[in-house]
């Protein structure tokens, strides 16, 4: 069972919708990986019961009409997202040959890169068939054009490997594709699938600005490398070359900095010493900015929404992702 | 440009019907990898451009309605079946490390395993956005659960390898999800969106016995080993533990290759030991015999249809596979 992040509710019955919203959405999960064969039920459902934040089903819910019942193709759709972003983890753990995340063994490294590849295969296509039964087309039309741009968004990231000079908006446009299209699908699903259409564009927006923020203070993370508060090893993207928000900022400052960056396969002291140089310049900060900025824009969207919506659970989990981060 | 197989065309307007319905189906195929950034472009622009045989599009078009004109939803789905297709063909040469396809470097071997992973997820969510646009939640809900089948039978296989004991049924089954259920797909599509919904279950079955028929004889060609016929290296299956039908019934004849079947990672010479008692055996002539059985199911089928159907093209493709591989 996800617990709810701690927010300050309304009502008791406020927060139970949501505890009971999110329980019917583990469950889908669960069912998912249990209608599935022998090896896939069990790589699928360790990869699923592992749990993490759910924060993406947990953004339709709260997207959805507070007005009403949370319906059922909300749930779909809420189970839809994070099966979505599953599929991208496994794949990913296939391809860093990461051997534990959230300190579990990853399915590629339990059961081979091979059956990772098709668990993954697994997950996304599971995505489209859970939410294909809710009967809504234009619902799968955004969801897969939010795959198709996950997908380019890695490749983004490879072709963009141990460029150094990186603008700005190409960050800002990977990040887009690789997570705040995902937040904002998850966003906009809720409100259009709880009949709530003036607000699905404006939640969406939101979406997209809180996915923004997300992928960078995870970019600020990966420089700080808190291990323990990440469950992630620190400083994988300078050892992959992925050019992030602190680096782009820290190559200002240091334009030295550029060869360093420009090495394929820097060895662990090379990764510490450009983490301690990148950590010595104001890049950190100017980073947090940039995310806060991406904060405060989404919270303002809110503003846009009409009552019906759950502004203030909203606005909390915007602050819950700065204090994580933070 | 993909030619059409040599056909016995009733009229040269028949002829043409399915060569442009091909054609517009290429073009959706290039407008796909088009619609995409830089390297996914490229990548996933040679990959469908590198051609093969597009017997699964070809299907759909001919289970379409002969007696009106080849909508655009049919056009479609031909090129959400084929999408789907190359994705798994994308994935599985980044598992197998393969270097080459269709005399071409493959994405892997070209741009690393990392983009080709990506590539695949960009096909197979491509496959998705390509037929939501049809707006038929039922076509979403059947392709969702034929990826989700796919997958299951590239695990159903990996768990299974150098299970000497592997039963003809369980066999059957893994054909199944990994490549009939493709077939009845394609098939069950063009029937159902072409408005002839009477035709849609026994093209399905048509189309399910033909993939059958189709992975078993791919499977006597991985023995048989005619290189230039497959274009791929014969005796992937031996080296790689999958036991097939020719290897399921040489183990009847001769229990004692046992042993050499379940011995993972044999050398060359171990496998070219295996493919020759395999063909000394009458394994060969009885798979072929099963083969020949599916496809005699196939034909049957297609008595079942109404006169709406292609019934005498489908019979002429359902030869066309037999005679590629005999």
């Known amino acids: ?8 509710w309304e009502s008791e019955a406020q927060r139970r919708r949501y505890a009971a919203g999110l329980a019917a959405v583990e469950e889908r999960l669960a069912a998912v990986a249990a209608a599935a064969g022998g090896v896939v039920a069990a790589a699928a459902g360790a ?3 592992a749990g993490g934040k759910r924060l993406r089903p947990l953004l339709t819910l709260l997207c959805a009409r507070r007005d009403r019942p949370l319906p059922d193709e909300v749930l779909a ?20 040959h990461a051997v534990l995340r959230r300190g579990r063994p990853t399915v590629a490294a339990e059961h081979g890169p091979q059956t990772a590849v098709s668990v993954g295969n697994f997950l996304l ?14 619902a799968v039309s955004l969801l897969s054009a939010t795959a198709v741009a996950l997908s380019e968004g890695e490749v983004l990231q490879r072709a ?22 995902l937040f904002a699908t998850a966003c906009r699903l809720g409100a259009s699938l709880s009949g709530n259409p003036a607000a ?26 808190d291990e323990a508060l990440t469950g992630k090893q620190a400083g994988t993207d300078v050892r992959d070359g992925t050019i992030t928000l602190p680096l782009i900022f820290a190559l200002e400052e240091r334009p ?23 950590a010595a310049t104001g890049a950190l900060r100017r980073a947090r900015a940039v995310a806060m900025g991406y904060i405060e824009a989404a919270q ?3 503003a846009a929404c009409p009552d019906t919506v759950e502004r203030d659970l909203l606005a909390q989990v915007a602050l819950q992702v700065v204090r994580r981060y933070s």
């Open 1 to 8: 069972m996800t617990p709810l992040p701690p927010l300050a």
């Open 47 to 49: 990869t699923l019961s």
């Open 77 to 96: 759709a809420a189970a839809a997202v994070e099966l979505l972003h599953m599929a991208t983890l496994v794949h990913d753990d296939v391809l860093d």
């Open 125 to 138: 296509a599971s995505a489209f068939s859970t939410l294909a039964r809710v009967g809504d087309a234009a």
């Open 160 to 181: 963009a490997a141990h460029d150094a000079g990186l603008s700005f908006s190409e960050y800002e446009r990977r990040c887009e594709r690789k997570t705040a299209d």
């Open 200 to 225: 699905a564009a404006p939640l969406a927006e939101f979406g997209r600005l809180l996915g923004l923020a997300f992928q960078v203070f995870d970019d600020i993370l990966d420089v700080e490398g």
């Open 256 to 278: 030295g900095l550029r060869a360093r960056l420009s090495t394929p396969r820097p060895d662990r002291a090379a990764v510490a010493e450009v983490l301690a140089a990148v």
């Open 300 to 302: 303002a969207r809110l």
